[in-house]
């Protein structure tokens, strides 16, 4: 499937493209002055999209808030404010409700799985992307169908091929399944970036002597580092929050990550409202960081993520 | 680069694919075919795993109402983020100072996880304490304070609304990078030409916008299709209250790991088969339908 409309990828620079500069005009500041267009709606319409925003953001900020607030607060005033600050519900969680052991469960897992597969994605998108035998098109194909398959569907086989191979209940088995099921996007991503190279560098490269391997690490890397970026944070957020296969493959609490182990802090401490909303903050925390330090690459692999 | 040294470099990636993803993938279809005692496997068994599905309890209840239940969240999640989603990008569009603001802000809830959101939900909408029906009790509105979750004929569609609210930003960006892309004369073209806004957002932008609708539904489809852990947050494996948020993922998870079913395997693996079908059929006829439209737009 490959239906990317006109416009996508360049999401927010579609409009800064500068209007056509009439011929014959003197060069001076070429760039005629951006027009101020009128948007849509005016002023009324202002107002419902700022409305909407605080709809999308007010069930978060409830949910910081009320982690900050002791329980007999949050059941005599669901919607007080959180003054004075109170941390009791995070230490509850983290050493009690075993949040920390999640917590490093669930780093440990994504960022293997990440590392794992954009490294094999990118050695793998090179080669695509540069190789000319039709075999390397034919490879390219099989990968890209796995675009399609809905992995969750196959829970069953992966299940009793780690129960072969002692896999079950193990937190290397999880990120071994995570970085296999990042491979198709990854390569989708990073051959696509790899084409748009020119050649003439690795050309050079290879006249001074370079061999393929210091071709690819010295020069082909460092190039694709902004596409490598995007694949690395836009498969970080779908590993860390995946909840069937820990639910299914893990066994041991102390190997939990963390939606399994959050289910089970729910099942057990379902009235104790502040501590699980401090454990719904703990699970989130990374992501909101990510966020904030990526909206970029999330955004850009949201959009690339329309071609597949 | 040599044909070698290129299958060199793909060696890594393929062993991890084939054995994590295309393997198990490839064998989950043969387990349905298959006659099962436990995990030993018997006979080649034909479709009786499958007919066991449409003839069997709990199938002959749970898999028509899972269905349903499924077809449901992905008609409701289309209605909301095509005419809400769509007004919110349309508005949006022009807006060249506060847009990129608001994008990130509507698309905030969709990095949470699903089950984190299912349970945010839970709390706020209990009726002991939730702010919701708090909120709604402050502001005269008594008879909207109800124990949504706890009512099944309401239960649906709050786990339908929580995942619009969740995703909203996903078509709302993708709608908005659609809409950068329809060239600005045109629509200024017909507004010369005495067009109103809503004729010409009719009559131009709509038309250019529906492969980016398109693509978004498709996407949308695979989504309500597979959805998990999001009901299964708001109402366990089983779908509470009394099965009114059961989905077809619940009903195979239920199948293959808690039923006890000695032919758990066979017919587990049965309903993935048909899910899967159902999903590739969907979205494959979808981008045919698309493509064809494509077509036509761009000659």
Redesign the interface.
Request: hydrophobic share 50%; net charge positive; aromatic share 12%.
């Given at each position: 499937m490959s239906v990317v409309p006109a416009g996508v990828g360049t999401a927010d620079e579609a409009v800064e493209v500068p209007v056509e500069t009439p011929p014959g005009r003197p060069s001076g500041p070429s760039r005629r002055p951006r027009r101020r267009r009128k948007p849509v709606g005016g002023a009324t319409a202002s107002v419902a999209l700022w409305a909407y925003a605080a709809l999308a953001l007010i069930p978060l900020v409830l949910m910081v808030s009320s982690s900050f607030r002791s329980n007999g607060d949050l059941i005599s005033d669901p919607l007080g404010a959180p003054w004075p600050l109170s941390v009791d519900s995070y230490r509850e969680a983290w050493t009690t409700g075993n949040f920390a052991t999640y917590f490093g469960n669930s780093l440990a897992v994504t960022l293997g799985a990440v590392v794992l597969s954009t490294t094999v994605a990118t050695m793998a998108s090179y080669a695509l992307a540069r190789g000319r035998s039709r075999i390397f098109r034919w490879l390219e194909s099989l990968f890209l169908s796995g675009l399609m398959l809905p992995i969750h569907l196959a829970i069953l086989p992966i299940f009793y091929l780690f129960d072969g191979v002692g896999l079950i209940d193990s937190r290397l088995g999880l990120a071994l399944m995570y970085g296999a099921s990042g491979v198709p996007f990854s390569i989708f991503v990073l051959t696509t970036f790899f084409r748009q190279l020119p050649g003439e560098l690795e050309e050079a490269a290879v006249l001074d002597g370079a061999s393929t391997w210091q071709t690819f690490w010295r020069i082909m890397v460092p190039l694709v580092k902004p596409a490598v970026a995007t694949v690395a944070v836009f498969r970080f957020v779908p590993i860390w929050n995946d909840f069937l296969f820990p639910l299914v493959l893990l066994r041991d609490d102390a190997k939990y990550t963390l939606p399994v182990g959050l289910t089970q802090f729910f099942g057990e401490n379902a009235t104790n409202f502040s501590a699980v909303f401090a454990g719904l903050v703990i699970t989130t925390i990374p992501l909101i960081v990510l966020f904030l330090v990526a909206t970029k690459q999330i955004v850009a692999g949201l959009t690339a993520g329309m071609a597949k | 680069?040599?044909?070698r040294?290129?299958?060199?470099?793909?060696t890594?990636?393929?062993a991890?694919?084939g054995?994590?993803?295309?393997?198990?993938?490839l064998?989950?279809f043969s387990?349905a075919f298959y006659e099962w005692q436990g995990?030993s496997r018997g006979g080649f068994s034909g479709l009786t795993n499958f007919t066991a599905l449409f003839t069997r309890a709990p199938f002959t209840t749970d898999l028509p109402r899972a269905l349903w239940h499924n077809v449901a969240f992905f008609l409701g999640t289309m209605a909301v983020q095509n005419t809400v989603g769509l007004t919110?990008a349309?508005?949006?569009?022009?807006?060249?100072r506060?847009?990129?603001l608001?994008?990130?802000?509507?698309?905030?809830?969709y990095?949470?996880?699903?089950?984190?959101i299912g349970?945010?939900?839970t709390?706020?909408l209990s009726p002991?304490?939730?702010?919701v029906n708090?909120?709604l009790t402050?502001v005269g509105l008594e008879s909207w304070a109800l124990p949504w979750l706890g009512d099944p004929d309401t239960a649906l569609w709050v786990v339908i609304l929580v995942s619009v609210?969740q995703w909203?930003?996903?078509p709302v960006?993708?709608y908005?990078?659609?809409?950068?892309?329809?060239p600005e004369e045109l629509t200024e073209a017909a507004r010369v030409d005495g067009a109103s806004?809503v004729q010409a957002f009719r009559r131009i932008t709509f038309p250019?916008?529906v492969?980016?609708i398109?693509?978004?539904s498709?996407?949308t489809f695979?989504f309500a299709m597979?959805a998990?852990?999001l009901p299964?947050?708001f109402g366990g494996s089983t779908g509470n209250p009394a099965g009114a948020t059961d989905f077809i993922?619940l009903l195979?998870?239920r199948t293959?790991?808690d039923s006890g079913a000695t032919d758990a395997?066979g017919t587990?693996?049965a309903l993935?088969t048909l899910?899967?079908l159902l999903?590739?059929g969907g979205?494959y006829a979808a981008?045919a339908v698309?493509?064809r439209h494509?077509r036509r737009i761009t000659t």
């Amino acid at each position: 499937m490959s239906v990317v409309p006109a416009g996508v990828g360049t999401a927010d620079e579609a409009v800064e493209v500068p209007v056509e500069t009439p011929p014959g005009r003197p060069s001076g500041p070429s760039r005629r002055p951006r027009r101020r267009r009128k948007p849509v709606g005016g002023a009324t319409a202002s107002v419902a999209l700022w409305a909407y925003a605080a709809l999308a953001l007010i069930p978060l900020v409830l949910m910081v808030s009320s982690s900050f607030r002791s329980n007999g607060d949050l059941i005599s005033d669901p919607l007080g404010a959180p003054w004075p600050l109170s941390v009791d519900s995070y230490r509850e969680a983290w050493t009690t409700g075993n949040f920390a052991t999640y917590f490093g469960n669930s780093l440990a897992v994504t960022l293997g799985a990440v590392v794992l597969s954009t490294t094999v994605a990118t050695m793998a998108s090179y080669a695509l992307a540069r190789g000319r035998s039709r075999i390397f098109r034919w490879l390219e194909s099989l990968f890209l169908s796995g675009l399609m398959l809905p992995i969750h569907l196959a829970i069953l086989p992966i299940f009793y091929l780690f129960d072969g191979v002692g896999l079950i209940d193990s937190r290397l088995g999880l990120a071994l399944m995570y970085g296999a099921s990042g491979v198709p996007f990854s390569i989708f991503v990073l051959t696509t970036f790899f084409r748009q190279l020119p050649g003439e560098l690795e050309e050079a490269a290879v006249l001074d002597g370079a061999s393929t391997w210091q071709t690819f690490w010295r020069i082909m890397v460092p190039l694709v580092k902004p596409a490598v970026a995007t694949v690395a944070v836009f498969r970080f957020v779908p590993i860390w929050n995946d909840f069937l296969f820990p639910l299914v493959l893990l066994r041991d609490d102390a190997k939990y990550t963390l939606p399994v182990g959050l289910t089970q802090f729910f099942g057990e401490n379902a009235t104790n409202f502040s501590a699980v909303f401090a454990g719904l903050v703990i699970t989130t925390i990374p992501l909101i960081v990510l966020f904030l330090v990526a909206t970029k690459q999330i955004v850009a692999g949201l959009t690339a993520g329309m071609a597949k | 680069m040599s044909r070698r040294t290129g299958l060199l470099f793909l060696t890594p990636a393929l062993a991890l694919f084939g054995v994590f993803v295309l393997y198990p993938m490839l064998t989950a279809f043969s387990y349905a075919f298959y006659e099962w005692q436990g995990t030993s496997r018997g006979g080649f068994s034909g479709l009786t795993n499958f007919t066991a599905l449409f003839t069997r309890a709990p199938f002959t209840t749970d898999l028509p109402r899972a269905l349903w239940h499924n077809v449901a969240f992905f008609l409701g999640t289309m209605a909301v983020q095509n005419t809400v989603g769509l007004t919110i990008a349309f508005l949006l569009h022009r807006r060249d100072r506060s847009r990129r603001l608001l994008q990130t802000l509507y698309a905030m809830p969709y990095l949470v996880s699903p089950i984190v959101i299912g349970y945010l939900w839970t709390l706020l909408l209990s009726p002991t304490f939730g702010p919701v029906n708090t909120l709604l009790t402050k502001v005269g509105l008594e008879s909207w304070a109800l124990p949504w979750l706890g009512d099944p004929d309401t239960a649906l569609w709050v786990v339908i609304l929580v995942s619009v609210w969740q995703w909203i930003g996903f078509p709302v960006l993708l709608y908005g990078a659609a809409l950068g892309g329809v060239p600005e004369e045109l629509t200024e073209a017909a507004r010369v030409d005495g067009a109103s806004h809503v004729q010409a957002f009719r009559r131009i932008t709509f038309p250019l916008l529906v492969p980016a609708i398109g693509t978004v539904s498709v996407l949308t489809f695979i989504f309500a299709m597979e959805a998990f852990a999001l009901p299964y947050a708001f109402g366990g494996s089983t779908g509470n209250p009394a099965g009114a948020t059961d989905f077809i993922s619940l009903l195979f998870y239920r199948t293959a790991f808690d039923s006890g079913a000695t032919d758990a395997i066979g017919t587990s693996s049965a309903l993935a088969t048909l899910l899967f079908l159902l999903i590739f059929g969907g979205a494959y006829a979808a981008t045919a339908v698309l493509r064809r439209h494509e077509r036509r737009i761009t000659t």
